[in-house]
């Protein structure tokens, strides 16, 4: 089993940056795809950005491609989101989850694990 822990959310005006953490505990997250996702108030939750185990290949929506960067540290068991140039619609519930696969998923239906969500609130 693996536990997936969210942190780094907070309220932030448009344009501004913040930087999301995912902890995980249990099994290592070596060999895992992990991504990020998303759910705004009354929407569907959707896909924000994946990354394989390795780091090397990832995977972004269009809608933040060029604005926010995933990055993972396995020695540490930790992923990242880094979001900059923040909007006011990038305000949602961020979920971190993880995958014991080798490809980039953007399905959320791929991803056994997941954490609790961290809110993230962009001010106009």
């Known amino acids: 089993q693996v536990q997936l822990v969210e942190s780094g959310g907070g309220l932030v005006q448009a344009g501004g940056s913040l930087r999301l953490s995912c902890a995980a505990s249990g099994r290592t997250l070596s060999r895992t795809v992990m991504g990020w996702f998303r759910q705004a108030p009354g929407k569907e939750r959707e896909f924000v950005a994946t990354?394989?185990?390795?780091?090397?290949?990832?995977d972004y929506a269009d809608s933040v491609k060029g604005r926010f960067t995933i990055s993972r540290d396995n020695a540490k068991n930790t992923v990242y989101l880094q979001m900059n140039s923040l909007k006011p619609e990038d305000t949602a519930i961020y979920y971190c989850?993880?995958?014991?696969?080798?490809?980039?998923?953007?399905?959320?239906?791929?991803?056994?694990?997941w954490g609790q969500g961290t809110q993230v609130t962009v001010s106009s």
């Open positions: 990354i394989t185990w390795s780091g090397s290949s990832t």
């Open positions: 989850a993880g995958a014991y696969e080798s490809t980039l998923y953007r399905n959320s239906g791929i991803y056994q694990y």
